[in-house]
Every structure is written in structure tokens, then in C-alpha cells.
């Protein structure tokens, strides 16, 4: 069923320029100029619009609509004049705090703002705690549901759970300026005759960690060994399958294993295996000092092509190689890897991290 949207409100050009020349000398109060931005965004007007033509923000030109109609709904439950008077303040920033409440709740906490004289920031906590309040099947032992008794509830609940006595303290101190009903000003008593009692303690937050990438967690891929290595050593090797969500892998009993970031050419992998080799034994070699490297292939992989290396078996050893045309040896599988150690200058920064240059 298509939902109708209300006709928009008709206003004729005299009625929109007297509108607006009233916005822009800022006659009349808060009040006032939230009904008249409302009859001109009812009539089809942009806030921007309105904001070029009187100098009134949007974010002000929403704000003063809302706090208005939470003005006037205050109105309606007859409030004492003072009320009245400290709504119109102005506090439309106090009012927009509100707009939250139904029309009793508003009535209330209007009633409370007015008395403890409430800014913004106020306003905003006791909104919340009065609708927090509202949210719970069964009142606390003790509480009501008036607007003082809602912050002070929220008050005596932090206190019990706060470990330092001054803000424990604060926090008692807070709600008796609030608290409305004798048993809920009991209860808050209570709490600051057992002032030094200690807090009861809290279970620690649990660690709770996500990986957000494939690298974050590693593959574990078979380990050969270290060359000069036998095509039947390479061929020895057991897959392992690792199973979701963790990747846990069973090793077959004897073998050996080696983790390697879970970067795609990795993933992708069908039946990889891992062995170890000096540097300088490569084929084009990158130069510079030798070092222990880990190579990874992929033994799935044994159909030729020349953009890759493939290992190979010659005179009954394996090796690496790059071949321009189909080689006539045997294909092992295709080269996925060479992986070079990481450099850590100084391992006892990665245990002990405070100990860090300036």
C-alpha cells in the first residue's frame, strides 16, 4: 500500500515575505521563529533556502522546530509558569534534549529541568535516564519513576560498581540532589554509610579479538625439508588440509610444517609444499649476502608455461628453473614463493616494547 504524503502547506508569496521578514529581524522568540521555519519547510521550502534568505542555520532552523513542539506539548499538560518561563529561556537546546520523552515525561522532567535549573548537558542526562528508566519491566527496589528518582537511579547503580571512593562519592552526592522519593534517598544513604567498603570487583573484559584479512592468519604449509632434495621426497610429502574457521591442521604424525601469511598466491594453492634452500642456490639469484630461504610450490600445478618456475627433477635431485619452450624433464610442481626471513634488529623489542627510542 503506497503510503500518502500530506499535501504541502499553501501559502501565498505575501504570507511567505512577511514569514521571512519576520525570521530575518529575529521577531518574537525561539518559539515563534520554530513555527514559522516549520510553515515554510510544511509549504515546500528548503532549509537552505530559509537559511539564505534569514541567516538561520539548518541545524538551528531543526532544532528550534522541535524544541517548539515539545514547548507546546509541555503546554498542554498546564505546567506552573515558571516552568513556562524557564522553557522560554530561551532553552531550546534544553527542549530538543526532550523530544525524546512522550508528553508525561516531558511534562516531568520539564518540571525538574526547571527546578535544579538545568543546562544542554543536564538536560541530556536526565532524558536518558528517564528513558532508560521507562525501558525496564520492574522499577528498582526502592525507585519510582519520577524523573529525579530515574537519575538517581542511574547514579546509585554506577556508585556501587565504581572503585574510586571520589568518584564514588561524586556520583552518591549527585543523586541526592535528584532523588525524589524518600526510599530511593534511603537507598542512596546506604550506599554512602558503606562508602569505604570496597566496590565488588568486576570480571575482566574477555579478549575478544577478529582477524580483518586473509594475512592475519597464516597457512601452514608441509615442510620437505632443506635442499638438495630427491623428486621422491617431494612427492613423500602428506597434504594437509586445513578446516574452517580456525584453519586447524592435523599434521600426520613425524612431519613438519611451516607457517606462511595468507596472502593469495598462498590460499590459492591446491597441494603445496615448503623446503628450505640458500639464496645463492636459485636461479637468478637476487645477489647480495646468502641466506636460508623458504620456497613454496604447488604441486598441483604441473602443466608449463613460460611467465613461471617450475621445480623439476635432474639426475635424481630437484631444482628450480625457468624454461623458455616445454622442458623435457619432469614437472614437480610450480614455484608459488621464495620467502626471505624477517629482520628483527632487536627481538627484546617485540617482548618488551616500552623499551623504544625517543
Known amino acids: 500500500m503506497t503510503e500518502h504524503k500530506p499535501e504541502p502547506l499553501k501559502l501565498s508569496d505575501d504570507e511567505v515575505r512577511e514569514i521571512l521578514r519576520s525570521l530575518r529581524h529575529k521577531e518574537g522568540n525561539w518559539i515563534d521563529w520554530g513555527k514559522r521555519c516549520k510553515q515554510l519547510q510544511d509549504a515546500g521550502y528548503a532549509a537552505e533556502d530559509i537559511f539564505e534568505e534569514t541567516g538561520i542555520e539548518a541545524l538551528v532552523q531543526n532544532q528550534v522546530i522541535v524544541a517548539a513542539q515539545v514547548y507546546d506539548s509541555i503546554v498542554e499538560g498546564q505546567p506552573p509558569g515558571e516552568v513556562l518561563a524557564y522553557c522560554e529561556g530561551p532553552r531550546s537546546d534544553v527542549l530538543y534534549e526532550l523530544r525524546i520523552l512522550n508528553q508525561r515525561q516531558r511534562l516531568e522532567a520539564a518540571m525538574l529541568a526547571a527546578e535544579k535549573r538545568l543546562d544542554v548537558d543536564g538536560a541530556h542526562r536526565l532524558s536518558h535516564d528517564v528513558k532508560a528508566l521507562a525501558c525496564l519491566a520492574q522499577i528498582p527496589e526502592g525507585f519510582s519513576r519520577h524523573p529525579g528518582d530515574a537519575v538517581a537511579y542511574q547514579c546509585w547503580r554506577q556508585a556501587k560498581r565504581q572503585r574510586d571512593l571520589s568518584q564514588r562519592a561524586r556520583l552518591i552526592a549527585e543523586g541526592l540532589r535528584f532523588v525524589e522519593s524518600d526510599t530511593a534517598r534511603q537507598q542512596l544513604e546506604a550506599l554512602l554509610q558503606n562508602l569505604a567498603a570496597r ?37 613423500a610429502v602428506e597434504a594437509i588440509a586445513p578446516e574452517e574457521p580456525f584453519q586447524i591442521t592435523r599434521l600426520p604424525a613425524g612431519s613438519a610444517c611451516v607457517p606462511v601469511p595468507g596472502w593469495q598466491v598462498v590460499l590459492k594453492a591446491q597441494d603445496p609444499v615448503a623446503f628450505l634452500v640458500s639464496s645463492g642456490c636459485l636461479p637468478n639469484s637476487p645477489g647480495g649476502d646468502r641466506e636460508t630461504v623458504l620456497v613454496a610450490i604447488d604441486r598441483a600445478q604441473r602443466d608449463w608455461d613460460e611467465n613461471s618456475y617450475f621445480l623439476v627433477e635432474e639426475e635424481q635431485q630437484v631444482r628450480l628453473a625457468w624454461f623458455a619452450e616445454p622442458p623435457s624433464l619432469t614437472i614437480l610442481g610450480r614455484l608459488l614463493l621464495v620467502l626471505r626471513p624477517k629482520r628483527i634488529l632487536d627481538e627484546g623489542n617485540i617482548t618488551e616494547p616500552w623499551q623504544m627510542d625517543d
Open 199 to 235: 566496590a565488588p570487583r568486576q570480571a575482566p573484559l574477555l579478549p575478544l579479538y577478529r582477524p580483518e584479512t586473509s594475512e592475519e592468519l597464516p597457512r601452514l604449509l608441509p615442510l620437505a625439508g632443506e635442499m638438495p632434495l630427491t623428486a621422491a621426497e617431494i612427492e
